[in-house]
Each structure stands twice: as C-alpha cells, then as structure tokens.
C-alpha cells in the first residue's frame, strides 16, 4: 500500500478540521475542495468571503459544505485576543496581540491553540519563518523537544526517505543535531520507514578534521547514546551512508553506512540545499516540510507547492492529529 493511501484510510471519516489561513490562493482551495470531497478533512478557510467564492468560481471548484472565517469580520476576536495575551504572558501586550491576529498565521495558530479546530496548513504564500513563528511563540515544542524541525519525506517509486532539517534552524549544535536525528528517526515510523539514521558531513569516520565534522562525530554520540535501540552513525559522506559498496570501503562495519534512509544534515544550509536539489534533479517527490516537536500538528508549505502538495501535507497533518 502506497504512503498516501495508508494515510488516507486512517483519516477518512475522521472529520478532522484543518485550517488553511491562505484560503484565498487558488492551489489552496483546489487541495482543499479536493479534500472535502474525498471526505479526508474537513477544511476550513481563512479569508474573504467574496474573494474565495470568486476564485473558486474562475477554477469550477466545489466548496459546498466548507467553512470560511473571514478574520476581518470575526466574532470571537476579543477572547483570542485575551488568550494571547494569557500565553504570551509579560511578552505581549493587548495592543500588539490585536495586531497580531490581523496576520492569518498568527489567526490560524490561535484557532488551533483554541482547540477550534485540530490542525493548520499554511505556507504556499507566507515564507517559512512568518508561517511557523507563531507556532514557535504560542504551540511551542512537545514535553522532551528542546526545538522543532523540519523534515522532508522524500519519495520516488517504492524508495521513500526522511531528510531533515531542511527548514527551520540556520544552524546546530552538537546536542540539537542529535536531538534532530532521533525526532527524525520518530517521523520516519510514522510513515512505515524502519529508521537507519546517517548524520551528515563531507567526512566519513574521521578522514576529514574540523570544528565542524567534530560536531557531527559528538552528535552522533549523543544521539546514539539517547536511543541506544536505534541503528544510528555518523559522521558520514552522503556516498558512505548510501551506497552500499562506498559504505563498506569508508566505514566498514557500520550498522548504517550504505543503507541509511533517515539522513540528518548538519546545518540549514546544506538541508534546505540537499532536498531540493534531490527534488529538482533526482526526480523525488518531496512532502513537507513536516514539523518535528511541535506540540500541535501544524505543517509549512514550500511557496513552490502545487495543489497536490497541499493535498498531500494536509492528509499527514490530519493524521498527526489523530492520536
Ligand atoms: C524559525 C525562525 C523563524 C525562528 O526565528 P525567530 O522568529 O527570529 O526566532 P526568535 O529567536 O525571535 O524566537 C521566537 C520564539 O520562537 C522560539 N524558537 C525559535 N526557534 C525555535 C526552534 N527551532 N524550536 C523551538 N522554538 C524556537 C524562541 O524560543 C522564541 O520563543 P519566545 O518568544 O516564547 O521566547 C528562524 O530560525 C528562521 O528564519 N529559520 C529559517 C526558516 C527558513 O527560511 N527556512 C528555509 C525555507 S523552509
Ligand atoms: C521549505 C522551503 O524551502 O520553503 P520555501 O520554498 O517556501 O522557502
């Protein structure tokens, strides 16, 4: 059974409510009309009225049944104002959080931290930092995270793959790349991938010396000596931790080397770099980025992401959102 089909049985029927804040955006009200129909989530939209019902109008999209919050008009704005501020205590003033919910990202996480619906979509307009502040301000990170992540399901075929982070911390220490790698190796099972975990360098087992290959040399350390269970190794070259023969010749008798699905990059740079470059030249579907740690199911969209993007990132996150 392929990823999405599996997803899409454990979600059916569920009545999960997602909020897309860029209800306004033509690839988000097809993903979105799509999912009504095919009873996956039930979307919910922000934006205004007469604008979403022109642009679904221009696209014979069918959005009977699909609630839209124009946030201009809504009639609870006080008391998420007042629970803003409550979570924000010290931080945020009444003043500023008014202001703040006038930003659909900031609306949409507050309607998740409400509990009025259970998940939220967001990020085909909105680059990744104004998309997941708020959820790092207000959701904030899940008992035992220090920080979140982003990782990418990387799919072709029957080959599926979790890179990670590819989208949120510019750079890592030590105990934060480990902490990445065993958030990563958790997101790898929800998907059916039994985790072998390669934390990235451009030097396998010392054959390179840097303050930063070092780094990785500790954070593997760190991370296996966390989930000593899990087949974890590092420092490796993306070569020795993918192809079985460069394995065996550059770290012989590792556990991963040459077979690592689970690759954790050493900075966000060479993250956000690595992905898209496996998505643009190697042909792989790229899904996410699917945020690790976060106390709520809350999914940032690439701006490059079609409707089947959309689609796709909203059926995970409504799965997150089951248990
Ligand atoms: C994620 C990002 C926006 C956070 O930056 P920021 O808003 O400047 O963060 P700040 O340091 O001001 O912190 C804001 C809040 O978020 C929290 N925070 C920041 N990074 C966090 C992380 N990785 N995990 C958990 N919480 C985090 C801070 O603790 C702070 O909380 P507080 O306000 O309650 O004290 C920033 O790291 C960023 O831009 N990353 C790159 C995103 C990107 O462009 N990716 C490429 C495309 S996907
Ligand atoms: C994840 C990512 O790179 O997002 P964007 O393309 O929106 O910058």
Redesign the pocket.
């Known amino acids: 059974m392929d990823l999405f089909t599996g997803l899409a049985s454990k979600v059916k029927g569920q009545n999960k409510r997602v909020v897309f804040p860029e209800g306004e955006d033509e690839r988000v009200l097809g993903a979105a009309s799509r999912l009504k129909k095919d009873g996956l989530v039930e979307p919910v939209l922000l934006g205004n009225t007469a604008k979403i019902n022109e642009v679904s109008a221009q696209n014979k999209f069918d959005l009977t049944g699909i609630e839209i919050i124009d946030p201009a008009t809504y009639d609870d704005k006080q008391a998420m104002i007042d629970s803003l501020v409550e979570r924000r205590k010290g931080?945020t003033t009444p003043e500023q959080a008014a202001q703040m919910i006038g930003d659909v990202s900031y609306f949409g996480t507050m309607l998740v931290y409400m509990n009025k619906v259970d998940a939220m979509v967001s990020g085909a307009v909105h680059?990744?930092?104004d998309t997941?502040?708020p959820a790092?301000?207000i959701i904030k990170?899940k008992p035992g995270n220090s920080?979140?992540?982003?990782a990418f399901i990387m799919e072709k075929g029957d080959e599926r793959y979790v890179f990670a982070d590819?989208?949120?911390?510019?750079e890592l220490g030590a105990q934060e790349m480990a902490e990445v790698a065993l958030q990563s190796a958790e997101t790898a099972q929800l998907f059916d991938i039994d985790p072998k975990v390669a934390l990235l360098s451009f030097s396998t087992k010392g054959s390179a010396k840097a303050d930063v290959v070092t780094k990785v040399a500790e954070a593997t350390e760190i991370a296996q000596g966390l989930a000593p269970n899990l087949p974890i190794d590092g420092e490796l070259q993306f070569d020795a931790a993918f192809v079985p023969s460069v394995g065996e010749r550059k770290a012989p008798g590792s556990k991963v080397a040459g077979h690592a699905n689970v690759f954790v990059f050493p900075d966000?740079q060479s993250g956000?770099i690595g992905y898209k470059i496996a998505q643009r030249f190697g042909g792989f579907e790229a899904i996410g980025?699917i945020l690790q740690g976060l106390n709520a199911p809350i999914s940032?969209l690439?701006r490059g992401a079609s409707e089947e993007d959309i689609y796709k990132v909203a059926l995970i996150t409504a799965a997150q959102a089951l248990d």
């Open positions: 931080k680059a990744t930092g997941v502040r790092l301000q990170t920080r979140i992540s982003g590819c989208a949120i911390n510019i966000l956000n980025p940032d690439s």
